[in-house]
């Protein structure tokens, strides 16, 4: 069978330098000492959650360029996306930077929809620079989803911790001695029939394990060939569930499966299932992940971004929650 939407990328666009920020409250976060900035308000000094959102995003941007020895002159491509409304915190912080913009949307896996959107950019030899990532911020995401946070709605323990976090990269054309996209896969929207807002990391599992078998098939790989295979926000309770649809595949795994929702805040009771939000596998992919790459702890990794595509309105309307997975695989050039 003919497996579609795979990507080959064959000039190594390379990851130059990536950029993480992230809320006051993911300083309980293991992975705070690999984050670029921390900040002590949740707002960045804005007078609304959605201005701080902007400015978090924007802040994260502005390191990864400067990692990478550009201004927002230098880069000619700006791929961000949010979960607020209309992307309004992406929207303004492109109008800050000033960057040609295209507004990203996978949900969750906007991280890596933005990621290969770049690469795809580099390859064809039309951008030198891009900037490609993923915001959420608390306050803003769970008002607009769920509950204001002043209400103070309980959660079952399938809920998720949405993160405040932004995590941006830097991509150019091939760099040696650092991570190159060598390939990608686009994910198929998978809708079970769930309808549970609070238990979103059951609702993504299919759709991650579908793009894994879809990615190792399609690209004549097998699990073992990674250092990592690494799902964006399943949490806890999704993670447990992908890994036994990975066993009914038959795909052979080699103790190399991680989840940076079910790890983002550790085992801290407080987050319930683990973290979740569209900064989640932006903040883990650009912080963690690329320094283990380029402290040569990890020589190949494969990333699969996990996103529910609900909205507010849907959910009331009664509809049941597609979901998307899309793959990339790094490799240190």
């Known amino acids: 069978m003919v497996v579609k939407g795979l990507l ?5 666009p390379t990851i130059a330098a990536t950029g993480v920020v992230v809320g006051p409250l993911e300083k309980k976060s293991p992975f705070v000492s690999v984050f670029d900035k921390v900040l002590d308000d949740e707002r960045s000094g804005q007078p609304t959650n959605e201005k701080g959102h902007a400015k978090l995003v924007e802040d994260a941007c502005m390191i990864a360029l400067s990692k990478a ?17 209309q992307m309004t915190p992406s929207n303004f912080c492109a109008s800050e930077l000033q960057i040609p913009y295209v507004g990203m949307f996978s ?4 991280s890596i929809s933005s990621l290969l959107t770049a690469a795809l950019l580099t390859e064809s030899g039309m951008s030198a620079c891009s900037i490609a990532g993923a915001s959420s911020q608390h306050n803003a995401v769970e008002r607009q989803f769920r509950y204001p946070v002043e209400y103070g709605a309980q959660k079952p323990a399938t809920a998720q911790w949405t993160v405040t976090a932004a995590g941006v990269a830097a991509v150019t054309p091939n ?8 390939s990608g896969t686009i994910g198929r929207v998978i809708d079970l029939g769930m309808k549970d807002p609070f238990n979103m990391g059951a609702a993504m599992a ?11 098939n399609g690209h004549g790989r097998k699990a073992k060939h990674y250092d990592a295979i690494i799902t964006g926000d399943l949490g806890k309770i999704g993670f447990e569930i992908y890994q036994k649809l990975i066993d009914k595949k038959k795909i052979e795994t080699t103790n190399n499966l991680r989840d940076a929702g079910a790890e983002f805040y550790g085992d801290d009771a407080d987050f319930q299932a683990g973290a979740s939000g569209t900064g989640c596998s932006a903040a883990i992919y650009f912080s963690d992940v690329y320094e283990k790459m380029m402290q040569g702890n990890y020589k190949r990794v494969l990333l699969i971004a996990t996103g529910s595509l ?18 990339v695989e790094l490799e240190m050039k």
């Open 8 to 12: 080959k990328f064959r000039t190594n």
């Open 69 to 85: 020895g550009f201004v927002p002159d230098d880069a000619d491509f700006l791929l961000i996306g949010d979960l607020v409304n």
């Open 107 to 110: 949900a969750c896996a906007t």
């Open 175 to 182: 760099r040696t001695g650092f991570p190159a996209i060598v």
């Open 206 to 216: 299919p759709a991650a394990a579908d793009t894994l078998e879809r990615h190792l």
């Open 310 to 327: 609900l909205s507010p309105l849907s959910f009331q309307q009664g509809d049941t929650i597609p979901c998307i997975a899309h793959a």
